[in-house]
């Protein structure tokens, strides 16, 4: 049994990518509300993982109210007006925006 040659890889790339080049595969057009990009904005300038509690006070301030510890390990929520971080221990596992109704 012969090895594939690079040159007959190549062929053969080529000629699949041919094929299917011509086989009316389109592109789909994707549309976002306006919201919706605002809100994705939002969420990209929120506090990330593994940030430690004083990065979080120094980068938002101090939140308007704590809950917690719940459960085991313990987590704790910072609320500030427009989103919600949580805690394990000192270090940020999720940052959530609230939604606004």
């Not at 790339?13 to 094929?19: G, P, R, V, Y």
């Not at 011509?22 to 919201?35: D, L, N, P, T």
Request: aromatic fraction near 6%.
């Amino acid at each position: 049994m012969r090895k594939p040659t690079l040159k007959s890889l190549c062929a053969a790339t080529a000629s699949a990518t041919l094929l299917l080049a011509s086989s009316g595969i389109a592109a789909e057009e994707v549309r976002m509300s306006v919201k919706s990009q605002v809100q994705q904005s939002l969420q990209e300038n929120l506090p990330r993982h593994g940030m430690s509690e004083s990065s979080v006070r120094n980068g938002w301030g101090q939140p308007q109210s704590v809950t917690g510890p719940v459960g085991e390990p313990p987590i704790y929520q910072w609320h500030y007006e427009d989103f919600v971080v949580y805690f394990e221990g000192n270090r940020v596992i999720h940052s959530v925006l609230k939604h606004n109704r």
